[in-house]
């Protein structure tokens, strides 16, 4: 029996300017209501990893995720990168017979990340960045990165950003069928090695809000959305990557931090208000605040989780690690806190 196999893997990237609220009008094509930016990390320390597999003898689609079965028609954001992908296959193969037909076969996708899922780390990212990848890869598809970001979107909004490595931007776009919502490259990943980002895992425990569900709800009830979306977001847009091109780093943490802020401001707003961060998350902020009072040498930013992440130039890694070390010792962050240098987008890995 032929098997037609692809293997991928993709980074996790970790947003500088959030991407919090979705278009209700537009929930199929998940159109962000906001542009947002964000440093894609390394693939060494934490990515997903997917294996997609198609035969004529499979009888049916099936998925597994860290090893365990879970049902392919339930994940219904899957299913559309899924049909789209294999749309693509279909219309190549109808225009060259020589093709293969792959098409029309079912598929099994088996994927693994290796840290914890949904506990606020961007696992949704790599993990959907790398199923388009990797089904870009098992059907040759001729797109280039940011085309296969708007179908990595409709997977999940932030893994449109891992389809680069480096500085990338989500452009929320203007057109109705989501065409122009794509991510695109501002900087590469060679271009500023002196940042590094630093996971401080706080929990590890899956997140108690979805980010889709609380973003639906904050669209619904925040008023502080609004004024986000209208009078901060894009310019700051602006200031971070003109920060980023200039490698300005006091500029890119205010930012930074600031957009953080933000961001859980607005989940505050919500109603019911939603909580990520904890008492640890909390007294991060307070230690790198301290950190910084006599000028900016480090940036915390939060997702939707308490886990903390610390973007700071390389010199000052080892004193910030001490740092926290000494706030909380003993086993907390001792074997989780990692430097990472920002680095590649998803890659295919040799096939044997
Ligand atoms: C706080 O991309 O997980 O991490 O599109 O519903 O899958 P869906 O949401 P998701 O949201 C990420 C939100 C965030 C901010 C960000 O990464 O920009």
Known sequence: MTIFEATCSAPVNIAVVKYWGKNPEKIALNLPTNSSLSVTLSQDQLHSKTTIRASADFTSDRLWLNGHEESIEKNKRLVTCLRETRALRASMEDKDAALPKISGLNIHVCSENNFPTAAGLASSASGYACLVYTLAQLFQLPLDASDLSIIARQGSGSACR????????????????????????????????????????????KKGTSSTEGMQLTVKTSALLQHRIKDVVPKRMEEMIKAIQDKDFP?????????????????????????????????????????????????YTFDAGPNAVIYAPEKNMAEIYALLSHYFPGHQFDDSLGLLKNNAAPSALPQN
């Open 251 to 299: 500029t890119f943490a205010d930012l930074t931090m600031k957009d953080s802020n933000q961001f859980h401001a607005v989940c505050l707003d919500t109603y019911p208000p939603i909580f990520y961060l904890n008492d640890i998350s909390r007294a991060i902020i307070r230690i790198v605040t301290e950190y910084n009072k006599d000028g900016i040498k480090a940036a």
């Open 162 to 205: 891992s389809m680069f490595g480096g500085f990338v931007a989500w452009e929320m776009g203007s057109k109705d069928d989501g065409s122009d919502s794509k991510a695109v490259q501002i900087a590469p990943e060679t271009h500023w090695p002196d940042l590094q980002a630093m996971i401080c895992v706080v929990s590890d425990a």
